[in-house]
């Protein structure tokens, strides 16, 4: 158990809809990272945000946004979703801004686009 | 264009020693390496992370040479449940943002065998 919370597991909508997943960092971790996998392009950075602010970004599409609240979970909302969406849906955190220091997933969150 | 490139797929057997090695030709001076664990429809792992030389912990050792172009994960008397696809990226830890450390890419799919 890595310490980061993701809801829901998984998640069924149809083309078009709109979703909202959620991420709790483990505690005191300030960074809150989000991947998407797909069996074609392999696992995507898409966004991070480091205090509630955003600090790099990725191959994020702009119909997909993220936030980080002040008790820092984030959420990543996904919009006007087609079935290429489809995909594992990773938040991942760690204690400090460097992108590339030791990160906690979560156990993901499976999207279905149908 | 990619940062690293390491094998699609790999296979061995119980007991065995396995490295998995990844070519970064391009990496910066404040680029560190770090390797990943992924098990299937699980969020990766960290393994190790080192900058130059060896590094060893109690899962794996890091092999970088001086020019450090290359590196390899060394995994000692791998067992079945080492199965799993590993990730090799390059990226600075002291940056305050940034997306280029953080391209997981597809990794390699290690296969252990009895």
């Known amino acids: 158990d890595s310490g980061v919370t993701q809801t829901p597991k998984h998640l069924i909508t149809a083309t078009g809809q709109r979703v909202t997943l959620r991420c709790s960092p483990r505690?005191?971790?300030?960074?809150v990272y989000w991947y998407q996998q797909s069996l074609d392009q392999g696992l995507q950075f898409l966004i991070q945000y480091y205090n509630g602010e955003e600090r790099a970004k990725g191959n994020i599409l702009e119909r997909f946004s993220a936030q980080q609240f002040p008790d820092l979970h984030s959420e990543l909302n996904l919009s006007s979703l087609e079935l290429g969406d489809s995909a594992l849906y990773f938040c991942?955190?760690?204690?400090?801004?460097?992108?590339?220091?030791?990160?906690?997933f979560g156990p993901g969150t499976r999207l279905t686009v149908t | 264009l990619a940062k690293t490139t390491q094998p699609i797929s790999m296979d061995s057997y119980e007991g065995q020693e396995v490295n998995i090695t990844c070519s970064h030709n391009n990496i910066a001076t404040n680029d560190y390496i770090t390797w990943y664990q992924q098990f299937p429809s699980q969020g990766p792992r960290f393994i190790i992370q080192g900058y130059k030389t060896k590094v060893t912990n109690e899962v794996a050792s890091l092999f970088i040479p001086a020019d450090r172009k290359s590196s390899t994960l060394s995994l000692p008397r791998v067992s079945l449940s080492d199965t799993a696809v590993y990730y090799c990226l390059v990226g600075d830890t002291n940056s305050g943002g940034g997306a280029d450390g953080l391209t997981f890419g597809k990794g390699t799919h290690l296969i252990i065998q009895p």
């Open positions: 505690s005191g971790d300030l960074s």
């Open positions: 991942a955190s760690s204690v400090g801004l460097a992108t590339l220091g030791e990160q906690y």
